[in-house]
Nanobody
Framework: QVQLVESGGGLVQAGGSLRLSCAAS????????LAWFRHTPGKEREFVAT????????SYAESVKGRFTISRDNAKNTVYLQMNSLKHEDTAVYYC?????????????????WGQGTQVTVSS
């Protein structure tokens, strides 16, 4: 049974930093692309960042480029999202997702497994 568990969310002031983690179990972690998405009530789920199976290639939403960094540790079955210079508009529930493919995608339709989400709140 595949399970993704996010952690690291919380309340932070604007300009601050948080590091999200997503621990995976029940799958061959190193063979698949991973991504972070976020959701705010009243809006569609939004792509944030994605990383290929090897970790060599990444892609970011324009709104987070230069502030967020996605990385993975295949030995620990964990994907991370380092978030710096946080803004109030980054407030959302953040989800990690696992793809059945090794190459990354920005579309949530390409991801089979999802975590339960972790709340990030940025106070202005």
């Amino acid at each position: 049974q595949v399970q993704l568990v996010e952690s690291g969310g919380g309340l932070v002031q604007a300009g601050g930093s948080l590091r999200l983690s997503c621990a995976a179990s029940g799958l061959t972690f190193g063979g698949y692309a991973l991504a972070w998405f976020r959701h705010t009530p009243g809006k569609e789920r939004e792509f944030v960042a994605t990383i290929s199976a090897s970790g060599r290639t990444t892609s970011y939403a324009e709104s987070v480029k230069g502030r967020f960094t996605i990385s993975r540790d295949n030995a620990k079955n964990t994907v991370y999202l380092q978030m710096n210079s946080l803004k109030h508009e980054d407030t959302a529930v953040y989800y990690c997702a696992e793809s059945p493919y090794s190459t990354y995608s920005r579309s949530p339709l390409e991801y089979d497994y999802w975590g339960q989400g972790t709340q990030v709140t940025v106070s202005s």
